[in-house]
């Protein structure tokens, strides 16, 4: 089991757009359309933003969207903000009831 | 509003047992539609996953992290608990437990702890 594959940092202006992506194997992410995406701030616990590879919890704003292509996911943040600076981290379900997270993607606005 | 705090020693020696509760409050631990988990978190680094405990009593765990740990419920205190024994250095980590509904869309862990800082140090 390992971890999932995110680029270490990723950058845009405000109001642009920035897709981050999650590679996995046909074990995880190509298996199971269970790939969730988080945001989480310094000091803060993750927030669930992306669910089910394109599905967005209650109150995230439709800015934050999801996709998956084989065994890799993407998340895509529209019209950038100051307050998407923050780390992204990508889960999948693994199969056996187990999970496996992503390396996690530092966003900065510029 | 369903809230999950973490609890136990920020500080333990190596070689040692880390002991980790995490209590629930808004909502019961027992009912049959949600799993508990933990994640940990190095610094500076990315997200793991430890185990998760069913309403069931059964356990599932990482397979790197298995032989050492244990996770399990205290429905009669709304808890559930981590143990993690014969740290090293390398099990220094902010610890999180969340909560995975089981029915309905949101198969993911949705609903998270704060978190608490564990440093394994002499």
């Known amino acids: 089991q390992s971890a999932l594959t995110q680029p270490p940092s990723a950058s845009g202006s405000p109001g642009q757009s920035v897709t981050i992506s999650c590679t996995g194997t046909?074990?995880?992410?190509?298996?199971?359309?269970?790939v969730s995406w988080y945001r989480q701030h310094p000091g803060k616990a993750p927030k669930l933003i992306i669910y089910?590879?394109?599905k967005r919890p209650s109150g995230v704003p439709d800015r934050f969207s999801g996709s998956k292509s084989g065994n890799t996911a993407s998340l895509t943040v529209s019209g950038l903000q100051a307050e998407d600076e923050a780390d992204y981290f990508c889960?999948?379900?693994?199969?056996?009831?187990?999970?496996?997270f992503g390396g996690g993607t530092k966003l900065t606005v510029l | 509003q369903l809230q999950l705090q973490e609890s136990g020693p920020g500080l333990v020696k190596p070689s040692e047992t880390l002991s980790l509760t995490c209590t629930v409050s808004?909502?019961?631990?027992?009912?049959?539609?949600?799993?508990w988990g933990w994640i940990r978190q190095p610094p500076g680094k990315g997200l793991e996953w430890i185990g998760s405990?069913?309403?069931?009593?059964?356990?599932y765990y990482n397979p790197s992290l298995k032989s050492r740990v244990s996770i399990s419920g205290d429905t009669s205190k709304n808890q559930f608990s981590l143990k993690l024994s014969s740290v090293t250095a390398a099990d220094t980590s902010v610890y999180y437990c969340?909560?995975?509904?089981?029915?309905?869309?949101?198969?993911?862990?949705?609903?998270w702890g704060q978190g608490t800082m564990v440093t394994v140090s002499s």
């Open positions: 808004g909502g019961s631990i027992s009912n049959n539609i949600y799993s």
């Open positions: 969340a909560r995975l509904p089981l029915v309905g869309s949101i198969y993911t862990f949705d609903i």
């Open positions: 405990v069913y309403y069931s009593g059964n356990t």
């Open positions: 089910e590879v394109t």
């Open positions: 046909s074990s995880d992410v190509g298996a199971y359309n269970y």
């Open positions: 889960t999948s379900y693994a199969g056996s009831n187990s999970w496996v």
